[in-house]
């Protein structure tokens, strides 16, 4: 127990006052071991106001009424006063007390403008307003938010900041914390968008997707709170092995990478289950931390990529390029054509040879979709779904390089390999997987030559993958397979091919919702409720009896799986150089960007689209809370992105 003011000063700094903490310290022994003797004697006496009418004493004032405001005159150095505030009837309820209000407390016998503005300051540690989950909180310029910094790290841009914090209602739980600015100053975004982006995400949870916890508005800023602090990402992991994978028993690792290309399918079966899309994948949005826990980034304009992208809208995001679907660089135009996805993984293992390595990436049935021609030809529906699924055909691609222990840099060498000219300088070349898949079809080849050279049984399930990805890479968004359908194909795989158990997230998703480990009720993805039991597909085939050849059947027939893209309203958020950001699409609606088409040494972009934003409505927030104090005039920032899109509302 604290028995001095300076000592109990100095405590205040490191921790935070909770209510039960408060009642439980200002107890009698407490404030008597802070007053003088013929003061402690006053404790008793009947309170000096109410003519006899109250047969009340200080101390049950103290005891029932007035702990916080005792604490604040004891940080000040005068807890005399508690008496003469008393007597004024003066009592915890009248708190917070405004700054030109103070004065009526007569702390001193002269007016003191600095301790009253200390009274002031003070009163907020003691009226804290705790952050709990799936809340926003807006706080008052003058009070003090309730949250200790584990760590701090520079934002993607000036204003932007990326935190990790602890709340001290939820000691030992590590979560990140974004500040963006906000208000209507030029380039701010107003208070209504920022909650517009936090309704939006708020239902948006998933163990492997970095999702809101809760946010709160401060001192002109807007601060949103994520779970899933990250340690590493998927593009340094394909440079420089960390001491937390290498350290791993080798056969642990190779399990390890199975499981996360399992994990990262199904959570997009997650996404898209809810009509969503995440419209950014590549190496820098799969994250991981020291424990091995694989998770995308978020989907929202509050990420701290989404802020620096839309600050700075004439950087070339090459790795957003090499890893973007061939319809994401089109040259949009307002026709529009059907979006049905056409099954292209087959229900059962084929009769090809097992030991076949020929690998074949449908570019379509005609040469206008090659992939020169499909860059230049008009847009005419972007699927985001579809898009999706290229671009984590590329990442699995890397993933399964990564546990051939062969070195993406060469990867990248060799996709770019055609474009190579004698001489010295040139444009930097182009090593997309959308506009090199010949080069694709040749490095998968050779995963699948070394896996058939492996003895252990996690390699048997290599080249079946690679028969997914090959499909997952069609240049035709039709001729792609559904999350759904990759989920499915990849849980046969690990269990028959590689022998893997029970692989990690094994889920239904259905049209009510998500559940950990459960078996909803919903509608599929497809369209058909399943139970757990019919969730795989059904093939009475062996395990050893999956095709390596990848040629595409000319016939195709739709599967029960088939399904537009429907998107819930959403922000946009623009992609630089003209990616068309598949998480800003919404069915029957272009999001534009010019063309990005490019020549054979090098890549280009295009200007950068935007989409319209949709009216802002029914913004409703679970627990929102304000105090109505004076609020100090704060300070005015720049905003790390803008809602200058073309055609926001």
């Known amino acids: 127990m604290p028995g001095s003011n300076a000592t109990l000063a100095t405590s205040t700094v490191a921790m935070w006052w909770e209510p039960s903490q408060i009642e439980a310290t200002v107890t009698r022994q407490f404030v008597c071991s802070h007053l003088l003797p013929e003061e402690i004697q006053r404790l008793d006496l009947p309170l000096a106001f109410g003519d006899g009418l109250t047969d009340g004493t200080y101390w049950e004032w103290i005891d029932q009424k007035a702990k916080r405001i005792f604490l604040i005159l004891l940080d000040l150095g005068m807890p005399d006063q508690i008496f003469g505030l008393i007597d004024d009837s003066w009592d915890d309820d009248d708190l917070p007390i405004s700054l030109d209000q103070v004065e009526r407390l007569r702390l001193t016998a002269f007016r003191d403008d600095k301790v009253e503005k200390r009274f002031f300051a003070r009163q907020f540690h003691y009226l804290l307003k705790f952050l709990d989950k799936g809340d926003h909180v807006v706080y008052e310029d003058p009070e003090i938010v309730p949250i200790n910094v584990v760590d701090k790290r520079p934002g993607l841009s000036i204003n932007n900041a990326v935190e990790r914090v602890e709340l001290p209602n939820r000691p030992g739980e590590v979560l990140t914390r974004r500040r963006i600015p906000i208000g209507t100053g030029p380039g701010l975004p107003p208070n209504e968008e920022f909650l517009y982006e936090i309704n939006s995400t708020k239902s948006v949870q998933n163990d492997h997707l970095v999702s809101y916890y809760g946010s709160y508005t401060h001192q002109g800023f807007g601060y949103v709170l994520f779970t899933h602090p990250s340690d590493f990402n998927l593009k340094s992991l394909l440079v420089t092995m960390p001491s937390s994978v290498k350290s791993l028993p080798k056969q642990d690792r190779r399990l390890m990478f199975m499981n996360w290309i399992h994990c990262l399918v199904d959570t997009l079966c997650y996404l898209h289950s809810r009509g969503r899309s995440h419209g950014n994948i590549k190496p820098s949005t799969v994250l991981f931390n020291s424990d091995n826990h694989i998770f995308y980034t978020d989907i929202t304009r509050l990420s701290a990529e989404a802020a620096a992208n839309a600050s700075d809208k004439s950087t070339f995001d090459k790795e957003s390029y090499d890893y973007a679907a061939p319809e994401q660089w089109y040259r949009p135009s307002t026709s529009h054509s059907s979006s049905h996805r056409r099954s292209t993984l087959p229900s059962s293992a084929s009769t090809t040879s097992s030991e076949s390595t020929s690998f074949s990436i449908s570019r379509g049935n005609s040469e206008s979709t090659s992939p020169t021609a499909v860059l230049h030809a008009p847009n005419p529906h972007l699927d985001p779904h579809a898009a999706d699924i290229f671009s984590l055909g590329c990442v699995i691609l890397e993933l399964l390089t990564l546990q051939m222990k062969r070195q993406t840099r060469a990867f990248a060498s060799h996709r770019a390999a055609k474009h190579k000219m004698p001489g010295r300088g040139g444009a930097v070349l182009d090593s997309s ?36 990805v090959a499909r997952m890479l069609s240049v035709l968004p039709a001729e792609r397979p559904t999350a759904l359908e990759v989920e499915q194909r990849m849980y046969r795989i690990l269990t028959e091919n590689c022998r893997i158990a ?65 998107m819930t309203p959403m922000s946009p958020m623009s992609m630089s150089h003209g990616r068309s950001s598949s998480s800003d699409i919404q069915e029957g609606e272009v999001i534009g960007s010019s063309s990005g088409g490019s020549s054979s040494g090098g890549y280009g972009g295009g200007g950068g689209g935007g989409g319209g934003m949709q009216a802002i409505q029914n913004l409703r927030l679970n627990k929102v809370r304000t105090w109505q104090v004076p609020a100090f005039v704060g300070n005015t920032y720049s905003l790390p992105f803008t809602n200058n899109e073309p055609g926001a509302e």
């Open 502 to 566: 029970e692989p990690h997230c094994v889920h239904q998703y259905g049209g009510g919702g998500w559940e950990f480990g459960g078996v909803g009720a919903g509608v599929g993805v497809g369209g058909v409720g399943k139970g757990m039991a019919n969730l795989r597909l059904s093939s009475s085939a062996g395990a050893g009896e999956d095709q390596q050849n990848f040629s595409i059947s000319a016939t195709r027939r739709y599967s029960s799986a088939t399904r537009t893209s429907v």
């Open 433 to 468: 997987f959308h506009k090199n898949l010949g080069q694709v079809e040749g490095w998968m080849a050779g995963l699948a030559k070394d896996a058939g050279k492996k003895d252990d049984q996690v390699f048997r399930g290599v080249a079946p993958m690679l028969q997914v």
